[in-house]
């Protein structure tokens, strides 16, 4: 083989990699996000205006609940901030490293605007926005366990203690939602 072979082979190969990796499109973060009653969520704009949330509070252990338009994810200790991150994709992403927690859902998103729901701390309208339609969405999250284990600590102190400590354990907590459109089956209009 010549060099010039090898070196079109190793161009081509370079070539089709770089073509298949995926591409994001957008993001946006929030260092300091409010989660309260043990949770945050996140959902469509339509889905918030028929009070979707509601019935998707996780139970027991579960720490993501997902509807049509929604999803809710349960935090380790309420009333901390917590760092969340939305990452708009064009095709499946590449998993986060190291995540403490992670599942994937699908979404339904008719009108793409999504909304960041604090709870009883309230919605924040365009928080995000996608075009319309249905996506796969990854949920990592990193810090919980140790957030939890930090926090009980924290009990034995005096109050003024206890305070500055918990202020430091603010964003320790962090969420990675990465969001790309649901690929399309064989004979299936996207």
Sequence with gaps: MTVRASLMIKLSVTASMIAGMSEL????????????????GICDEAAI????????????????????AALLIGVEV???????RLEHWDTEPP???D????????LHLPTGNLVYDAIAGGPEFDFFTV????YKVRVSGWGRSDVAEKYDALLDLDREEADLAIEALGGHERYLLQFWPEPSLPGQQG
Excluded: C, N, Y
């Excluded at 205006?49 to 720490?63: F, I, M, N, T």
């Design 131 to 134: 075009p319309p339609g249905r």
């Design 95 to 97: 998993p986060a490293r």
């Design 99 to 106: 995540s403490e927690v992670t599942q994937t859902a699908t």
């Design 25 to 40: 499109l957008d993001s946006v973060e929030d260092p300091d996000s409010l989660a309260d009653h043990g949770m945050f």
């Design 78 to 84: 309420d009333g901390l901030g917590i760092a969340v």
């Design 49 to 68: 205006e028929r009070d979707a949330l509601q019935s998707l509070v996780p139970k027991g252990d579960q720490w993501l609940s997902v509807g049509d």
